[in-house]
């Protein structure tokens, strides 16, 4: 059961990042891969004035590759604390006697839990990334 909805949380994660790559980031990659290209049409620019113009290029999609690594890492830290958790009451509740069959049911419930917790909060996590997304586009 807990692999169940470890597996829809992926999944979700998943689809939601793929959505924000095809609709927004590749349209930054391809910003920035035009922009670089116009730096290095400067025959009068010294080396170093064309990589400055070819970071500046970068800067837009790298502040969103952060934008999106840090809320994935957030979401991870919050799934892995509720996991964490389940797994202190599960050896709680082993050392107060309970038989590991029942205990082993009550970890698996308690990461299904989790699991379905997590799912639900993916749709706020992807708008806040598009709307991260959107502010650095504007």
Known sequence: MAEAAQGRVQ????SAVQGLEREQIRGMQGAMFRCSARCCEDAAASMQ???RCIERCHAPLARAQA???AELEHFQDRLSRCSLQCSDQAK???D???SEP???GQLDACLA???EQHLRLVPA?????RDGLASIQQ
């Open 92 to 94: 709680d509740a082993l």
């Open 11 to 14: 999944a979700a994660v998943e």
């Open 67 to 69: 934008i999106v690594t």
């Open 96 to 98: 107060s006697g309970g």
């Open 113 to 115: 839990t989790c699991g």
């Open 49 to 51: 004035e064309v990589q």
């Open 102 to 104: 029942r205990v082993r």
């Open 125 to 129: 996590m992807a708008k806040k990334m």
